[in-house]
């Protein structure tokens, strides 16, 4: 299990994952709904404003986010 703590570390599992399951970007985004150039920026970690926000908030009220591998 992975602690969550930037939109980066969010990116980061998000390509592990995919890679490990042998999928490409473009796959992910089709199954997805969505587009190649947001597959893209999340997993190089480029987050959004309201993401690091929610981030921020979780932090400071003591709330760690993690992910894990179902």
Do not use: C, P
Not at 3 to 27: C, N, P, V
């Amino acid at each position: 299990m992975e602690k969550i703590a930037s939109a980066r570390d969010l990116g980061q599992a998000i390509r592990h994952e995919r890679k490990l399951q042998g999928y490409t970007q473009e796959e992910v985004a089709a199954f997805s709904g969505v587009g190649i150039t947001f597959i893209s920026n999340l997993e190089r970690g480029k987050g959004t404003s309201e993401f690091d926000k929610a981030l921020a908030v979780a932090q400071i009220l003591g709330i760690d986010l993690f992910a894990k591998r179902r």
